[in-house]
């Protein structure tokens, strides 16, 4: 289960590089009439945010699962992997 967590905060930090990588090169005309680079969009940030949020939710969920089941969480991050 922690391995699936893993894997979306991995997934969801490559995607982040990406696109961050990709928004820099483009172009926008301004008021002015000049093209210009983006420096950080507020787009990319609210996705960022979302992506977090998300990772937030579903950690949220894993907790009140694991609780309900009378598993103790913070054992289970301080025990070894081979522990299990």
Known sequence: MHHI???LFLLSGTANVLLIKWTNTLEAECND????F???????T????A??????????CMYCFLRR???C????WQRNHYDY
Not at 51 to 60: H, N, P, Q, R, S
Request: net charge positive; glycine share 8%; with cysteine.
């Open 69 to 71: 089941r009378g598993v």
């Open 33 to 36: 009439g000049k093209l210009r």
């Open 51 to 60: 992506g977090e949020l998300v990772c937030y939710v579903i950690f949220k």
């Open 5 to 7: 967590l893993v894997f």
């Open 73 to 76: 969480i913070y054992s289970l």
């Open 46 to 49: 609210m996705i960022m945010f």
């Open 38 to 44: 983006f420096q950080h969009p507020v787009f990319l």
